[in-house]
T-cell receptor
Framework: DQQVKQNSPSLSVQEGRISILNCDYT??????FLWYKKYPAEGPTFLIS?????DKNEDGRFTVFLNKSAKHLSLHIVPSQPGDSAVYFC?????????????FGKGTLLTVNP | GAVVSQHPSRVICKSGTSVKIECRSL??????MFWYRQFPKQSLMLMAT?????????EQGVEKDKFLINHASLTLSTLTVTSAHPEDSSFYIC???????????FGSGTQLSVL
């Protein structure tokens, strides 16, 4: 049972435009959400996170939006750059659980074309 | 940021042999480390939680006798895939958390290919 779903395996955008990566979850016990970026043959690196008490968190070109009622979150990258091309994983943590135990989605491969 | 080193990055072995993968936290002490496995086009699946000085906690469906985890120090955890078979071929990634920080730091991963 996939509790964190990234239904788009890939996304292609033009440099300078906005990239929107989506993530849905089914477990209402999740209270913290993270986005990780992964290049080939490398481990994931933390990008941005959001607590369930917020609906938006912004860090430079990256903004994460959370819609709790819809159990949906999205990562916006604007403007997109070729260096942003990577696999993006959405992850979630249960309330009351270990700080580090995360459930990951399958990832979305973002390609930013020059 | 914190650095987690994983070695080797790639290993090819014959069926039936054992393979050891090392995960080190280079600039911080990690009482807990995590081992994940990723099959192509799949999500990172948590295999086990490695606890320094005590037994690892395995996720449901993960054979503890096949995937031996040792966390002998605050900076090193090892995963040994015993009697590897082709179906064990996968990308294995370790991670560690620093303090109360929920931002896990990941190693660069190990691509295991069992012939």
């Amino acid at each position: 049972d996939q509790q964190v779903k990234q239904n788009s395996p890939s996304l292609s955008v033009q440099e300078g435009r906005i990239s929107i990566l989506n993530c849905d979850y089914t477990n209402s016990m999740f209270d913290y959400f993270l986005w990780y970026k992964k290049y080939p043959a490398e481990g994931p690196t933390f990008l941005i996170s959001i607590s369930s008490i917020k609906d938006k968190n912004e860090d430079g070109r990256f903004t994460v939006f959370l819609n709790k009622s819809a159990k949906h979150l999205s990562l916006h990258i604007v403007p997109s750059q070729p260096g942003d091309s990577a696999v993006y994983f959405c992850a979630a943590r249960r309330s009351g659980g270990s700080n580090y135990k995360l459930t990951f989605g399958k990832g979305t491969l973002l390609t930013v074309n020059p | 940021g914190a650095v987690v080193s994983q070695h080797p990055s790639r290993v090819i072995c014959k069926s039936g042999t054992s393979v050891k993968i090392e995960c080190r936290s280079l600039d911080f002490q990690a009482t807990t480390m995590f081992w994940y496995r990723q099959f192509p086009k799949q999500s990172l699946m948590l295999m086990a939680t490695s606890n320094e000085g005590s037994k690892a906690t395995y996720e449901q469906g993960v054979e503890k006798d096949k995937f031996l985890i040792n966390h002998a120090s605050l900076t090193l955890s090892t995963l040994t895939v015993t009697s590897a078979h082709p179906e064990d071929s996968s990308f294995y990634i370790c991670s560690a958390g620093q303090g109360a920080n929920e931002k896990l730091f990941f190693g660069s991963g190990t691509q295991l290919s069992v012939l």
